[in-house]
């Protein structure tokens, strides 16, 4: 079975400022995907960023960039030019061949003015 | 598209009662899911569904859960008789066979068992 553990319980970081949330994951599989997801106050569970396992190149979505490294079965995420708007529970995510998601505990992200 | 719809946001009940959450899943989406949310256990899958199809209910608490899926725009969970231990968060996800496999969530609907 996979596990995903998110280390990080609780992160703060200054508005307009860079902030890095860590996964880490085990699997035996081959071929999957990686997820963040992102939770605001709203409880609204909204897709940040994916990545396939076959790519190499670190997926990047506006302020969002991820760190992807295979070997290490690392996926940690990059905020950029952090918002107050970012302020949420962020989920890491793995999918394997099955198609299910397997969920880490989060990290709960505030961003302070 | 107006993405997952799930109803009612809230549910307030007590004990014994039956609830039945709601979910109107992407047009064109084949595959949908019923996780829980508790801050105890995080995040799990209770049962997901392929073609209308359950596929796999393992995650299913007990015998009081069940859901269905009588076409491909609408499922419902239900549960009979509620417990206060059933209290949680109660997501609808959505996905594409033919796409890059990622769920989109409905908002949730909180259920409260006094």
């Known amino acids: 079975a996979q596990t995903v553990t998110q280390s990080q319980p609780e992160m703060s970081v200054q508005e307009a400022e860079t902030v890095t949330l860590s996964c880490t994951y085990d699997?035996?599989?081959?071929?999957?995907?990686l997820f963040w997801y992102k939770q605001p106050p709203s409880r609204q569970m909204i897709l940040v960023i994916r990545q396939e396992a076959y790519k190499q190149q670190n997926a990047t979505e506006n302020r969002f960039s991820v760190n992807f490294q295979k070997a290490a079965k690392s996926f940690s995420l990059k905020i950029s030019d952090s918002q107050l708007g970012d302020t949420a529970m962020y989920f890491c995510a793995f999918m394997g061949e099955g198609r299910l998601l397997t969920f880490g505990g989060g990290t709960r992200l505030m961003v302070k003015p | 598209d107006a993405g997952v719809i799930q109803s009612p946001r809230h549910e307030v009940t007590e004990m014994g009662q039956e609830v039945t959450l709601r979910c109107k899943p992407i047009?064109?989406?084949?595959?949908l899911f019923w996780y829980r949310q508790t801050m105890m256990r995080g995040l799990e899958l209770l049962i997901y569904f392929n073609n209308n199809v359950p596929i796999d209910d393992s995650g299913m608490p007990e015998d009081r859960f069940s859901a269905k899926m009588p076409n491909a725009s609408f499922s419902t969970l239900k549960i009979q008789p509620s417990e206060p231990r059933d209290s949680a968060v109660y997501f609808c996800?959505?996905?594409?066979?033919?796409?890059?496999?990622?769920?989109?969530f409905g908002p949730g609907t909180r259920l409260t068992v006094t």
């Open positions: 996800a959505s996905s594409s066979g033919g796409g890059l496999y990622e769920q989109y």
């Open positions: 699997t035996s599989e081959n071929n999957y995907y």
């Open positions: 047009s064109g989406h084949d595959y």
